[in-house]
């Protein structure tokens, strides 16, 4: 599943966040999204995932447009994200976050919760993907513990599980190493590499200069609302212009 936008358009209070923005970003890649403070890093991620609409300009899912959709009709899509504040439920505890992540359980539609016509089953194969999902990320010995309890890192973790909880292909991550230490960071970065190997399309936004360039197959510079500069991130990012205006 692809992802493009064409002449995005964006601007608040007078000042353009996205300004004629087309992007097309392939299958199976892991893109990376760089620039300084304000240039619009973010406000692309809201609008591709329906967060925010744009002033103009289209988005579209391969060939299906999502422009006007609401933002759980992309999740259902195949879209799913992160966002700088983690947005747990830190009271509930760790597999509940990633239980609450499934799409289509049958104990959620009316008919099926009151008759429990098959749900028992299905909340069984549920709780089974959700322990999967925490092994994977490595926090299957933390399941029973409140999200709250969690490390910071481990947080992040746990939102990646939520991800993937809802079966998305593509996942539009914002800053999933920020923050973390390094050996941390190496673990999140394997797991990106290896959910690419898999076969879906990785979009995040990074501040940490070294994660891009171990784990992009292409990185796009922006500022000021537009694309500066686009390609394989250790051309992009050796240009001087690039590393002295967004690197220093």
Known sequence: MGMRCERLTKAFDGVHALSSLSLSFPENQIIGIIGPNGAGKTTLINVLTGFIRPDSGHCFLDEGETTRLAPHRIARMGVARTFQDLRLILQLHTVDNVLLARPRQRGERLLPALLRFGVKQDEARNREEAMRLLKFVGLEEKAAELAGELSYGQQKLLTLACCLA????????????????????????????????????IIFIEHDIGAVRQIADQVIVMDEGKIIAQGIPNEVLDRDEIAEAYLA
């Open 166 to 201: 809802t079966e998305a292909k593509i996942l539009l991550l914002d800053e999933p190493v920020a923050g973390v230490h390094p050996e941390m960071a190496s673990r999140i970065l394997d797991f990106l590499r290896q959910l690419r190997d898999d076969g879906k399309l």
